[in-house]
């Protein structure tokens, strides 16, 4: 099993910043990536970025590209999403998941992190 800890959301001003945590324990070398996902009130959660937990390739999705990034610290068992020019639409509870090897889907799921950005 894997556990998944996130911190670091909260309040801010439409172009402040935040750095976002995923504190990995358990079983980690079974993970092949671990992704942030976010879900605002009445939509979808959707995927906006992951990182591979051996080398560090990175994906993100189009709308975040340029402002977010994803980075680990293996040392640490934990992944950033560092994100900058935050706009209202940015609000939302945001999850890290983590993927395993053997696996498409993402099993292990953090209990969220709210992110609240005001206008």
């Known amino acids: 099993q894997v556990q998944l800890v996130e911190s670091g959301g909260g309040l801010v001003q439409a172009g402040g910043s935040l750095r976002l945590s995923c504190a990995a324990s358990g079983r980690t070398y079974i993970i092949d990536d671990i992704g942030w996902f976010r879900q605002a009130p009445g939509k979808e959660r959707q995927i906006v970025a992951r990182i591979r937990w051996s080398d560090g390739t990175t994906y993100y999705s189009d709308s975040e590209k340029g402002r977010f990034t994803i980075s680990r610290d293996n040392a640490k068992n934990t992944v950033y999403l560092q994100m900058n020019s935050l706009e209202p639409e940015d609000t939302a509870v945001y999850y890290c998941?983590?993927?395993?090897?053997?696996?498409?889907?993402?099993?292990?799921w953090g209990q969220g992190t709210q992110v609240t950005v005001s206008s």
């Open positions: 998941a983590a993927r395993e090897r053997k696996y498409s889907s993402y099993s292990y």
